[in-house]
């Protein structure tokens, strides 16, 4: 069993700056990818970035790319999202996911924890 744990959202203003937190517990050894995602007020799921846990393959999303770095401290097993230049359309529930493959595709991945609440006000 693999349980996922984000902290560190909350309100900001536009411009500002917030770092989410997952940390993974469990049968670690078994996931190759981590990843997050949000799911904006009113919307589907989508998808942020994904990483391998040797770090050496990254994937963004488009509408972040140059704002948000996805990172990973494996020895505490804990993968980090830090957002730059946050804008209100950044304001999302975000999820981080754990799996087998790098994948934008929600489906892929096999663990999911609770999600932490972004806000970004204009």
């Known amino acids: 069993q693999v349980r996922l744990v984000e902290s560190g959202g909350g309100l900001v203003q536009a411009g500002g700056s917030l770092r989410l937190s997952c940390a993974v517990s469990g049968r670690t050894f078994s996931l190759y990818a981590m990843g997050w995602f949000r799911q904006p007020p009113g919307k589907e799921r989508e998808f942020v970035v994904a990483?391998?846990?040797?770090?050496?393959?990254?994937d963004y999303a488009d509408s972040v790319k140059g704002r948000f770095t996805i990172s990973g401290d494996y020895a505490k097993n804990t993968v980090y999202l830090q957002m730059n230049s946050l804008k209100p359309e950044d304001t999302a529930i975000y999820y981080c996911?754990?799996?087998?493959?790098?994948?934008?595709?929600?489906?892929?991945?096999?663990?999911w924890g609770q999600g932490t609440q972004v806000t970004v006000s204009s």
């Open positions: 990483i391998t846990r040797s770090g050496t393959t990254t």
């Open positions: 996911a754990a799996g087998g493959v790098v994948s934008s595709r929600s489906r892929s991945y096999d663990y």
